[in-house]
């Protein structure tokens, strides 16, 4: 079975500092995407990277880049140079590549201080 | 580009009511639909997926059940509401490599 490990439930970081938040998973496929997503206390939920699983390359997109560690299980998301607007959960969530399922994390919130 | 709605956005029901809950799909043709319940400060729990009309399958037993009419129409239900059943609804869709999310319902049973 699928399984997601958030084990921060919640985060400090200045404004302009980079912070890393963490994600673990355990999967028996072969084939498999990770993903991040931004919740704001709006409730939308935001998507901002994904992984795949034979993706050699970690990902990146503009500010967000996915730490892929296969051996290890992990895929942290790094958020550079932190702004206020980042204050959110963060959720990162593991689906196979049919997209029959996901399974997200129970979330990590980050807040920044300025 | 892909659109995702859902109604209501907002919603309280008292304890036995049954429930509704409506996501639609623009933009794309046969995605897999998405079903998840997300109770006050904690994750999203997946309740239904579906890869066509007609073909659903239940993550969690429950009192909630979900149908697909239409290639682009995914709809929640419930004959009676509990207690437990308050959250956020969020529908979603799936792209090979992002899963789009809908604005969400926020319900509330009493």
């Known amino acids: 079975a699928q399984k997601i490990t958030q084990t921060q439930p919640g985060m400090f970081v200045q404004e302009k500092e980079a912070v890393t938040l963490d994600c673990t998973y355990d999967t028996s496929d072969q084939s498999y995407g990770l993903f991040w997503y931004k919740q704001p206390s709006s409730g939308e939920m935001i998507f901002l990277i994904y992984q795949g699983s034979y993706d050699e390359q970690n990902a990146t997109e503009g500010r967000y880049s996915l730490n892929f560690q296969k051996a290890r299980k992990s895929a942290n998301l790094v958020i550079s140079a932190s702004q206020l607007g980042d204050s959110a959960m963060y959720f990162c969530?593991?689906?196979?590549?049919?997209?029959?399922?996901?399974?997200f994390g129970t979330g990590t919130s980050l807040t920044v201080i300025p | 580009s892909q659109t995702i709605h859902q109604w209501p956005a907002t919603l309280v029901q008292p304890v036995g009511s049954p429930l509704s809950l409506e996501c639609t799909v623009e933009?794309?043709?046969?995605?897999?639909l998405y079903w998840y319940r997300q109770a006050a400060g904690r994750g999203l729990q997946l309740l239904f997926y579906?890869?066509?009309?007609?073909?659903i399958s239940s993550e969690v037993p429950q009192n909630l059940s979900a149908s697909r009419p239409q290639d682009r129409q995914f709809i929640l239900s419930s004959k009676k509401l509990l207690l437990s059943d308050s959250g956020f609804y969020l529908c979603?869709?799936?792209?090979?490599?992002?899963?789009?999310f809908g604005p969400g319902t926020r319900l509330t049973v009493l």
């Open positions: 579906s890869v066509g009309i007609g073909q």
């Open positions: 979603a869709w799936f792209s090979y490599n992002e899963q789009f």
């Open positions: 969530a593991m689906g196979g590549d049919t997209g029959n399922q996901f399974y």
């Open positions: 933009g794309t043709s046969n995605p897999n």
